[in-house]
């Protein structure tokens, strides 16, 4: 690619007026890239906003020199259209969140546009000219690294997790300049958009980790896969799911659907109830951004403590028991006065 006649995409989200943390390092990582090629960096907004000003500043800080916004709310298809639109021009990189917005944007837009799709990189840089982008490969236990040219173009579609990058303000660098995003043709038959022709009510046990409200989690703390069938009769107490560390699915306490972490889901319940759970860095990613978190560990010093609301210092095994017995005993309690 030619100085200056590129450009680095990147889809940001916001919440409560604010970029986010995870889009604000997508912007830092897109400025660092940019930087040495003379690239520009374009963020794109699909949440209209009362106060665009605000986000344009917030954006220039972060590196962007242009901010997209829609006149009204897109959703990832109006998304994929709008940015599909301008075909002539070069796709350059588009960086996206591995959000569930993002990660459908990703895959419309690479599929469209024919261009890689990689997903929840941990490293992109520049190596003697070429992309090269790091993501996790065999179920986390390896990292593959692709490489893309650069030359005559760069075209490729990124997705960042949280946690692998990070965002730096730069204070004094002018605010992004505030475009409109257009709505484009989204009837197009490479774009059909689904129509829901029904809603059901999906039983907890059916639905996944990441979108249940509690997730009753046991760790190497739980000693045996014993400890696993009274953490589910607590989840469904709660109605909840079961969740696990690695090194509990590692040992088949319980089916891989259960981790969570880098190489797991990504929950934010409003409780997140950890029992015998260290707190690694690997597994505090998947869910410190749950509302709620209570840990269960033998250990004062445990890292979890350093995530959780509340820290019970104390043996999993037989607090677990004591709490099931205690929510039995109310809730016997309770259908005896109504009754
Ligand atoms: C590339 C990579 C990816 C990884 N991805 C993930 C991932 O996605 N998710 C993940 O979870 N890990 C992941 N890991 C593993 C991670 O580093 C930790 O090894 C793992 O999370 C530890 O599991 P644990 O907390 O169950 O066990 P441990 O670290 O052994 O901790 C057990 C805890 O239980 C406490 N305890 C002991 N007995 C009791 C008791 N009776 N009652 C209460 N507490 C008790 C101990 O004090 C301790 O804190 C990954 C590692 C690597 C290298």
Same mark, same amino acid.
């Given at each position: 690619?030619?100085?200056?006649?590129?450009?680095?995409?990147?889809?940001?989200?916001?919440?409560?007026?604010?970029?986010?943390?995870?889009?604000?390092?997508?912007?830092?990582?897109?400025?660092?890239?940019?930087?040495?090629?003379?690239?520009?960096?374009?963020?794109?907004?699909?949440?209209? =906003?009362?106060?665009? %000003?605000?986000?344009? &500043?917030?954006?220039? $800080?972060? #590196?962007?020199? !242009? @901010?997209?916004? /829609?006149?009204?709310?897109?959703?990832?298809?109006?998304?994929?259209?709008?940015?599909?639109?301008?075909?002539?021009?070069?796709?350059?990189?588009?960086?996206?969140?591995?959000?569930?917005?993002?990660?459908?944007?990703?895959?419309?837009?690479?599929?469209?546009?024919? =261009?890689?799709?990689? %997903?929840?990189?941990? &490293?992109?840089?520049? $190596?003697? #000219?070429?992309? !090269? @982008?790091?993501? /996790?490969?065999?179920?986390?236990?390896?990292?593959?690294?692709?490489?893309?040219?650069?030359?005559?173009?760069?075209?490729?579609?990124?997705?960042?997790?949280?946690?692998?990058?990070?965002?730096?303000?730069?204070?004094?660098?002018?605010?992004?300049?505030?475009?409109? =995003?257009?709505?484009?043709?989204?009837?197009?038959?490479?774009?059909? $958009?689904?129509?829901?022709?029904?809603?059901?009510?999906?039983?907890?046990?059916?639905?996944?980790?990441?979108?249940?409200?509690?997730?009753?989690?046991?760790?190497?703390?739980?000693?045996?896969?014993?400890?696993?069938?009274?953490?589910?009769?607590?989840?469904?107490?709660?109605?909840?799911?079961?969740?696990?560390?690695?090194?509990?699915?590692?040992?088949?306490?319980?089916?891989?659907?259960?981790?969570?972490?880098?190489?797991?889901?990504?929950?934010?319940?409003?409780?997140?109830?950890?029992?015998?759970?260290?707190?690694?860095?690997?597994?505090?990613?998947?869910?410190?951004?749950?509302?709620?978190?209570?840990?269960?560990?033998?250990?004062?010093?445990?890292?979890?403590?350093?995530?959780?609301?509340?820290?019970?210092?104390?043996?999993?095994?037989?607090?677990?028991?004591?709490?099931?017995?205690?929510?039995?005993?109310?809730?016997?309690?309770?259908?005896?006065?109504?009754?």
């Amino acid at each position: 690619m030619n100085a200056g006649d590129g450009r680095i995409r990147v889809l940001i989200e916001t919440a409560g007026g604010a970029i986010t943390p995870l889009s604000a390092s997508l912007l830092h990582l897109a400025a660092d890239l940019a930087e040495s090629r003379d690239l520009a960096v374009h963020a794109v907004m699909y949440q209209a =906003l009362s106060h665009p %000003h605000d986000l344009a &500043a917030a954006a220039g $800080r972060y #590196g962007a020199s !242009v @901010v997209a916004v /829609p006149e009204t709310e897109m959703d990832a298809i109006d998304l994929t259209a709008a940015l599909v639109s301008d075909r002539d021009q070069d796709p350059g990189l588009l960086l996206t969140s591995a959000t569930a917005v993002g990660r459908e944007v990703a895959a419309r837009v690479g599929a469209r546009l024919d =261009l890689p799709v990689l %997903h929840a990189a941990t &490293a992109v840089e520049w $190596r003697d #000219g070429r992309l !090269v @982008v790091s993501c /996790p490969a065999l179920d986390g236990k390896a990292s593959a690294r692709t490489v893309i040219d650069a030359a005559p173009t760069l075209g490729a579609v990124v997705t960042v997790a949280e946690g692998a990058f990070s965002g730096v303000e730069i204070d004094g660098r002018p605010p992004a300049r505030i475009e409109p =995003l257009h709505r484009a043709e989204t009837d197009a038959p490479w774009c059909p $958009r689904p129509h829901v022709t029904g809603r059901a009510l999906t039983p907890v046990d059916e639905l996944g980790l990441d979108e249940v409200d509690v997730v009753v989690a046991g760790g190497m703390g739980l000693g045996g896969p014993e400890g696993f069938s009274l953490l589910r009769e607590l989840a469904e107490l709660l109605g909840g799911r079961v969740g696990a560390s690695r090194m509990v699915t590692d040992r088949g306490w319980i089916s891989t659907d259960a981790l969570v972490g880098q190489t797991g889901a990504t929950v934010a319940p409003s409780l997140y109830l950890a029992c015998g759970i260290s707190g690694a860095p690997q597994h505090v990613i998947g869910m410190r951004d749950s509302a709620t978190v209570i840990a269960i560990n033998t250990d004062a010093h445990a890292a979890i403590g350093q995530v959780a609301d509340v820290l019970f210092v104390a043996d999993a095994r037989k607090l677990v028991p004591a709490m099931i017995e205690l929510i039995e005993r109310d809730r016997s309690n309770l259908a005896g006065t109504q009754a």
